[in-house]
T-cell receptor, first 116, second 108 residues
């Protein structure tokens, strides 16, 4: 069964550095998402992306964050000037076979980001 | 405000017991996901439903749109079912709003 893959599985970064989290969505999906989960808390929506642009973003997704689909397969989340509070598990998800909206979302295994 | 409540927060049961996890939400939705999160953190989508009932193996999910309520049932529970189960409605757009989860522990 097709999977969403995320790399790396664990990223350790010094505070203030930039980090890029990578995701390869399921190949025929057209809707992409990033969520995060701070340790001990519930999963929170960050951003959704469709047709090469952000379709919705949360209050968390400020100017520090950006997303990009640099080629036909990767979907990246960039965090500039990382802070301690950015430490969390970041999940990528995709949905929408052939562009159909409101389809089940499929999740990657997550990237655990640790800011020192 | 789009709110999601799950109950119970924690549930411990003996192997073989019938399990029920409940989810209530505040306003109308377009669909609702039930998700399973393993101790390592990975999330698996179990069901997406917008009406009625769905069954997959020993798992059953139901939703009552009028009551704004959904339940996840596990029949003949097994220790490998131990995980966090999360309800995540979609309030009219594509993003999911996650509940706080129910931590299920099945004792052999």
């Amino acid at each position: 069964e097709p999977e969403v893959t995320q790399t790396p599985s664990h990223q350790v970064t010094q505070m203030g550095q930039e980090v890029i989290l990578r995701c390869v969505p399921i190949s025929n999906h057209l809707y992409f998402y990033w969520y995060r989960q701070i340790l001990g808390q519930k999963v929170e929506f960050l951003v959704s992306f469709y047709n090469n642009e952000i379709s919705e973003k949360s209050e968390i997704f400020d100017d520090q964050f950006s997303v990009e689909r640099p080629d036909g397969s990767n979907f990246t989340l960039k965090i500039r000037s990382t802070k301690l509070e950015d430490s969390a598990m970041y999940f990528c998800a995709s949905s929408g076979e052939q562009g159909a909206p409101f389809q089940p979302q499929h999740f990657g295994d997550g990237t655990r980001l640790s800011i020192l | 405000k789009n709110e999601v409540e799950q109950s119970p927060q924690n549930l411990t049961a003996q192997e073989g017991e019938f399990i029920t996890i409940n989810c209530s939400y505040s306003v109308g939705i377009s669909a609702l996901h039930w998700l399973q999160q393993h101790p390592g953190g990975g999330i698996v989508s179990l069901f997406m439903l917008s009406s009625g009932k769905k069954k997959h193996g020993r798992l059953i999910a139901t939703i009552n749109i009028q009551e704004k309520h959904s339940s996840l049932h596990i029949t003949a529970s097994h220790p490998r079912d131990s995980a966090v189960y999360i309800c995540a409605p979609r309030f009219g757009n594509e993003k999911l709003t996650f509940g706080t989860g129910t931590r299920l522990t099945i004792i052999p």
